[in-house]
């Protein structure tokens, strides 16, 4: 998955270029004409939505890589009134703007995974992944399937993000990084992307072995904040290590724990680095991020949030706690339940 784009929609004028940059992204990757005009259609439908609705619309673009290949992923949010009933609001026909009242039944339809989350008087986050049609597969059931989903954008006025994060996948095992290069800018990436480089050579170590291989790779770049998690989904348990700010946490029925980091940075400083074991259950999900999203989050106040795709918790955690002076990564996970 590459680094979301955002694009706030508070006027029409915004939605035609939410639109190009869509149809644009799905080019690159390969979408055909008539793919591509379904991207166009509902991010237009989806950007629209915002600027009818919210005071505050934004909409964020992304390509996600998949077994199948490539597909392309907006997700709209806003902080407006809410809806008390999503079902009622999906139906054709029903609108509260006096208009058809189509838009929200023709993003699902269009859509090969929609994912919807509101909250009266907070606000609304639509998900929507779009495939094209020659790599459309039958999405795995297997109940040991983990899911994941991500934001990754530099700071407000920055085109390039010091943060990187990454995923590796074994057939028990997931280890996760988010890595935050010291500032930001080119040199915070390439200090964040050599941490991701270990890692991806070293993915069959434990947590605190990647680490440690990190930090001679990191001394000649600016350093990093880094954290790894491996779940082990057959042992039911979370082996953690971090260094520096990054933010680890197990939410379990709404229940948050937080993970261990130790002071320092990658490549600089790194006086101990050790391990932590928390439980994890399949009906657990981990949450982690950098220093760009503030740690005040809290599920109860979303309700319903934890068992929407991860993706969308990972866009509504942007909306509401984002810090537009630094970096910022949120990266969330889950194991998908079986339909």
């Known amino acids: 998955m590459i680094n979301a784009v955002a694009l706030p929609v508070t006027e029409e ?5 939410a639109r190009r940059i869509a149809v644009a992204l799905a080019a690159e990757v390969g979408f055909n004409e008539t793919d591509r005009g ?7 439908e989806a950007a629209k939505n915002a600027v009818k609705h919210a005071s505050e619309g934004e909409i964020l673009l992304q390509t996600v890589k998949t077994d199948a290949g490539y597909s392309i992923e907006i997700v709209s949010l806003d902080r407006g009134p809410g809806m008390a009933n999503v079902g009622q609001c999906l139906r054709d026909g029903f609108s509260t703007a006096g208009t058809l009242g189509t838009g929200l039944g023709a993003i699902k339809r269009l859509s090969s995974f929609f994912d919807i989350h509101s909250v009266p008087k907070l606000g609304t986050a639509l998900l929507m992944r779009l495939e094209p049609t020659q790599n459309r597969l039958e999405t795995s059931q297997n109940s040991n399937y ?5 934001v990754s954008l530099p700071k407000a006025g920055e085109q390039i993000c010091g943060d990187s994060w990454a995923i590796e996948n074994d057939r028990d095992k997931n280890l996760i990084l988010v890595a935050d290069g010291l500032g930001y800018g080119v040199l915070a990436q390439e200090a964040s992307q050599e941490a991701v480089r270990v890692f ?7 947590p605190k072995a990647i680490l440690e291989k990190a930090h001679p790779a990191l001394k000649n770049t600016r350093g990093a904040a880094a954290a790894i998690a491996q779940i082990d989904r057959t042992q ?3 082996c953690f290590a971090g260094i520096g700010n990054i933010s680890g946490v197990v939410v379990t029925d709404n ?6 980091s130790y002071n320092g940075t990658v490549g600089h400083r790194m006086l101990k680095v050790a391990e932590f074991v928390y439980p994890w259950s399949p009906h657990s999900l981990l949450v982690m991020h950098s220093d760009g999203l503030a740690a005040q989050w809290d599920f109860n106040r979303y309700p319903g949030l934890a068992a929407r795709h991860p993706a969308l918790i990972a866009a509504v955690l942007y909306r509401d706690f984002k810090r537009t002076r630094d970096d910022m990564t949120v990266v969330v996970a889950k194991v998908r339940q079986p339909a």
């Open 13 to 17: 004028s915004q939605v035609g270029e």
């Open 38 to 44: 379904k991207v166009a259609i509902v991010t237009a």
């Open 146 to 150: 983990l899911e994941f989903g991500a």
């Open 200 to 206: 991806g050579e070293s993915a069959k170590l434990g």
């Open 236 to 238: 039911q348990k979370v």
């Open 255 to 260: 229940r948050s724990r937080s993970m261990v």
